[in-house]
């Protein structure tokens, strides 16, 4: 399996050889550091613990800070599944978009846009009431919500209530362009969420592969500048 996570920038079009256009979604995916190796002896499952932004140290707790220790400070930390014959990951280990191609077939997870308390119209779809005589202040009402010999409300019945700002996740989107250069992925449709909003984009082929120990310093100071751009620009969005 390989995951990685991002930020949705914006949405844009690229335009294939054959001149097609394809809408695409900009998202801004690691470098993310692995911050925990879990055993499924020791933990009960095979997984491990992503990192992902730069964060402040005194903005994290004493427990954080003793987790992370050794690590640069990261703004969100997940869990992501991996093979139990996969040991080559270690903690502190990095990747960045690099573990992904052109054409691979990935999930997008994401928290979608919050629209408050909504009615049914928008809810649902309702249709609402005729706009004739006898209907007056009842356009948009959900008419009857219960039947009359069991005189309760059944569980699920369509209502007004809270909407969006719920876990989604979009599967079968396509990658349609890899960025290393600035940490970016294009993948083809919408994803859920709002600009600057935290994206988990995974697949279930293929293995997370990190960047070594003999990379070249300047590589390392250019991801480490990445990391303080993408923090700023996450910054910025919360300002907005």
């Known amino acids: 399996m390989r995951c990685i996570l991002g930020t949705k920038l914006n949405m844009t079009q690229v335009f294939r050889e054959d001149g097609t256009v394809v809408p ?30 730069t964060q402040k140290t005194f903005r994290l707790n004493k427990a954080q ?7 640069d400070s990261v703004r969100v930390m997940r869990d ?20 992904f191609q052109v054409g691979d077939k990935v999930k997008v997870e ?22 004739s005589h006898g209907h007056k202040d009842q356009l948009r009402m959900p008419g009857s919500i219960g039947a009359g010999g069991v005189q309760r409300v059944f569980k ?7 909407m969006g700002d719920a876990s989604v996740t979009v599967q079968n989107l396509e990658i349609v362009e890899v960025h290393p ?5 294009l993948v083809k449709g919408a994803v859920p969420g709002s600009r600057g909003s935290l994206l988990i984009i995974s697949t279930d ?29 996450v910054n910025a969005k919360v300002i907005e």
């Open 24 to 53: 695409v979604t900009r998202v801004k995916a690691g470098p993310c550091v692995i911050t925990q190796v879990k055993t499924k002896d020791h933990d009960g499952v095979s997984a491990i613990q992503i990192g992902y932004g």
């Open 65 to 71: 800070q003793g987790h992370l220790k050794g690590l």
């Open 80 to 99: 992501a599944r991996v093979d139990e014959e996969d040991d080559t990951l270690k903690r502190g280990d990095i990747f960045t978009v690099s573990i």
């Open 110 to 131: 994401g928290t979608s846009k919050g629209k408050g308390f909504q009615g049914v119209v928008k809810r649902h779809g309702f249709h609402g009431s005729p706009a």
């Open 156 to 162: 699920g019945t369509r209502m007004c209530g809270h």
């Open 181 to 185: 250069e600035n940490n970016e992925l």
């Open 205 to 233: 082929s293929g293995v997370i592969e990190s960047i070594k120990e003999n990379v070249p310093v300047e590589e390392k100071i250019a991801i480490k500048e990445i990391k303080d751009e993408v923090l700023a620009e």
